[in-house]
C-alpha cells in the first residue's frame, strides 16, 4: 500500500486526495518529518495513511506493517509519532451564534486502567465528545473515564466542560444538574408537559440527535468498537479520528 496510488486513500481515510494532501501538509507543520532516532523508511504521506489503515481496520500493528513493506518496531515508531500530531486544535474564536452539544460514549477497551464494566458488559471507557451544532465539527473530547462513570460527573472530570465555557451546550437529561440546557422534565406532581415544553423538547431532541450522528461516524474507525491501545492510546486515536471526520466535512 502507498498513498502514491490514490485508490488507497478514500477507502482508509475517509479523504479525497486534495483533503488527504492538506492534512499531511498539515502534520508536516507539526513536526511530522522529525527524525526521532533511525530515518523513516515511509514518507510521511505513506506513515499518515498507516496510521489511518491502523485506526480504521484495526487489525493489529503486526498486520498492518507488512502491508506498507515494514516492520512491526517502524510501525510502532510511527503511530507514536504522528498519532498526536493529527488530533484536533482546540476551538479558537467562538462566534456569537456558537452552540455546541456534548454527549458521552462507550467505547471498549481492554486497558482496565481507564475502563470499568459498564452498561454494555463490556470493560469500557466513557468519553466526553462535543461538536459545534452548526458546523457538526468535533471541537473537543475529554480525556477517558471509566466507563461505570455517569455523564454528569463526567462532563466536568473528563476537563471538557473547560472546552464548553461561554457557550450555550444542549445535552440530554443524564446531564441534570451540570447546567447545561436539557429536555424539560415532569416535576413532582405534575402529569403531563405544557405544550410549549413539548414543543421545546421536540426542538431539542432534533438538534441533539447531530452529536449522535456524529458518534456514529466516529465509530466507523473499527478501533473505537474494540480498542486494545493503553493509557492514553484511546483518547489519541478519537482526537486523530475526529480531525480525519472534520477535514471530511469541511471539503
Given amino acids: 500500500m502507498s498513498a502514491d496510488d490514490p485508490k488507497w486513500i478514500e477507502p482508509f481515510t475517509g479523504l479525497s486526495p486534495a ?17 526521532r532516532g533511525r530515518p523513516w523508511r515511509l514518507p510521511l504521506e505513506d506513515r499518515v495513511l498507516l496510521v489511518a489503515t491502523y485506526w480504521r481496520t484495526n487489525l493489529t500493528l503486526r498486520q498492518v506493517a507488512p502491508l506498507f513493506g515494514i516492520s512491526k518496531s517502524a510501525a510502532d515508531r510511527i503511530l507514536d509519532h504522528l498519532a498526536p ?8 474564536r467562538k462566534r456569537e451564534d456558537t ?3 456534548v454527549d458521552g460514549t462507550l467505547i471498549p477497551t481492554r486497558d482496565r486502567s481507564v475502563a470499568a464494566s459498564s452498561k454494555n458488559y463490556r470493560y469500557s471507557t466513557n468519553l466526553q465528545v462535543v461538536i459545534d451544532a452548526n458546523s457538526r465539527l468535533v471541537v473537543a473530547v475529554g480525556a477517558p473515564l471509566p466507563g461505570s462513570r455517569n455523564d454528569c460527573r463526567a462532563f466536568t472530570e473528563s476537563g471538557v466542560d473547560i472546552a464548553c465555557r ?19 422534565r415532569r416535576r ?6 405544557s405544550p410549549q415544553q413539548e414543543a421545546e423538547n421536540k426542538v431539542h431532541r432534533k438538534a441533539r440527535a447531530r452529536v449522535e450522528h456524529a458518534l456514529s461516524r466516529l465509530k466507523n474507525w473499527k478501533i473505537l468498537r474494540d480498542c486494545r491501545l493503553k ?16 477535514t471530511a466535512l469541511t471539503g
Fill in 166 to 184: 461561554g457557550v450555550p451546550v444542549l445535552a440530554d437529561g443524564g446531564y441534570q444538574g451540570t447546567g447545561l440546557l436539557i429536555p424539560h
Fill in 188 to 193: 413532582r406532581g405534575q402529569e403531563t408537559l
Fill in 19 to 35: 483533503q488527504f494532501n492538506r492534512l499531511v501538509a498539515l502534520v508536516r507543520r507539526r513536526g511530522g518529518d522529525v527524525q
Fill in 85 to 92: 500530531l493529527l488530533a484536533i486544535s482546540p476551538a479558537r
Fill in 99 to 101: 452552540v455546541y452539544i
Fill in 231 to 246: 493509557g492514553s492510546g484511546v483518547h489519541q486515536a478519537i482526537l486523530g479520528i475526529a480531525r480525519l471526520h472534520n
